[in-house]
């Protein structure tokens, strides 16, 4: 039968040497250890709980625990007692250990012939060596247990980093898009009233169209025995012009002032050193002369549309457009160019940035300040025959600048 031992033995066990205690103290965490085992500990930290032990002055001075050590010395008697067992085979006490076999034996069992030539020991000779050979591997699992520990807690603190990180950074990317949002329901407010102020403007012209449409009609029906009068009544038309600014390229335009709020880099092409550039580079061939310079792209627009623009500011004289349709700037005085025909421009303040918009579907061509997206002018470009080129025209000043800027969505 089993000892009644078994039954609390494992209470009685000190957790770091495994045997019953001996000289209990309880620290303050409230788990118990031999006096020897807990000041023998390399870590500062309760095996059990993990909780800061006291200095290894502090230690030493603990109370030992009378009602633990009673019970471990009555379960050390009992032990002693009950582990006088006895052979099952010979009815002897086991007093050896056999090192051959690793099991215990009696002297009847020594001299037998199944343990012939084999090694034995006292059991508490052999339950000492065994402890010695624990020793080592307890030191190192105590200090494998602390290095451990160490690194939960620095992973747990690098975790700890990472959420704060995660944090700020999903704060500075709400605060970024928040600066978008409010650029684009800016804009949206601008240009749903443009688009408003051109309905009206367009809607009030049809309604003077139709009125004159009335008048004629009346005229007609009230003359209608004189059909030479009815010829001579032919009613002017007003066709509408319901067009926003941004009537097909909005979306664009939205984009591009998006761009601007973070500060895009353009395209700076040097007149002095390049003589043609390659398409990718967005780039243009030009003619060298002592006064002017004459550019047309090295790609040629057949459909679609496009958008460039070119830095005008530090130059007295340029065109820029395509071929045969293009703004002039001359002499502080702007016109429209058509074939055979030159129109003058009013643009309020300094044009610093010209942009040009292509749309090849309809053979128009549109003008806008590019920092501010006003419109110049539109040109009708019917007599356009495509494709075409983009079309640069820049005089040389004195000082001359380094170079010329452009730079094509």
């Not at 205690?21 to 807990?38: D, Y």
Request: glycine letters at 4%; a positive charge; hydrophobic letters at 35%.
């Amino acid at each position: 039968s089993h000892r009644p031992v078994s039954l609390y033995a494992e209470d009685l066990n000190c957790p770091v040497c495994l045997c019953i205690f001996t000289e209990p103290v309880t620290l303050t965490c409230g788990h118990s250890f031999c006096r020897s085992c807990i000041t023998a500990l390399p870590s500062a930290q309760c095996p059990q709980c993990r909780a800061v032990l006291p200095a290894k002055g502090e230690a030493e001075r603990l109370v030992t625990n009378h009602i633990l050590k009673s019970l471990s010395e009555k379960g050390k008697q009992t032990v002693a007692q009950e582990d006088q067992l006895l052979c099952l085979e010979h009815d002897e006490k086991l007093k050896l250990f056999c090192v051959t076999d690793q099991r215990l034996a009696c002297i009847i069992c020594r001299d037998g012939e199944e343990h012939d030539g084999h090694k034995f020991k006292p059991v508490k000779e052999a339950a000492a060596a065994l402890r010695r050979g624990l020793d080592p591997g307890l030191a190192n699992m105590a200090s494998d247990i602390e290095e451990i520990q160490n690194l939960r807690e620095a992973q747990s603190l690098e975790r700890s980093k990472a959420k704060e990180l995660s944090g700020k950074l999903q704060s500075q990317i709400q605060q970024q898009f928040e600066v978008l949002h409010q650029h684009l329901r800016k804009r949206e407010k601008q240009v749903i009233a443009d688009l408003k102020t051109k309905e009206e403007e367009a809607l009030q012209k049809m309604s003077h169209s139709l009125s004159s449409m009335d008048s004629a009609l009346a005229q007609c029906t009230e003359q209608r025995d004189s059909w030479q009068q009815l010829l001579q009544v032919t009613p002017r038309t007003t066709r509408p012009a319901f067009q926003s600014p941004f009537q097909s390229h909005l979306q664009f335009f939205m984009w591009k002032e998006l761009l601007q709020v973070v500060e895009p880099s353009s395209l700076t092409v040097g007149i002095p050193t390049i003589r043609r550039i390659s398409d990718e580079s967005h780039s243009m061939d030009y003619m060298n002369h002592p006064q002017t310079f004459k550019l047309f792209s090295t790609s040629k627009f057949s459909s679609g549309q496009h958008y460039w623009e070119v830095e005008v500011e530090l130059r007295s004289f340029w065109c820029v457009g395509v071929r045969d349709y293009f703004l002039k700037y001359k002499t502080q005085k702007y016109f429209s160019c058509k074939p055979n025909k030159r129109v003058p421009v009013s643009i309020s303040g300094v044009l610093r940035r010209l942009g040009v918009y292509l749309d090849c579907s309809s053979l128009s061509l549109s003008f806008y300040n590019a920092e501010s997206m006003v419109k110049i002018i539109s040109l009708d470009c019917t007599g356009l025959r495509l494709p075409v080129s983009a079309y640069f025209n820049v005089q040389k000043r004195e000082p001359d600048p380094s170079h010329i800027t452009i730079c094509r969505y």
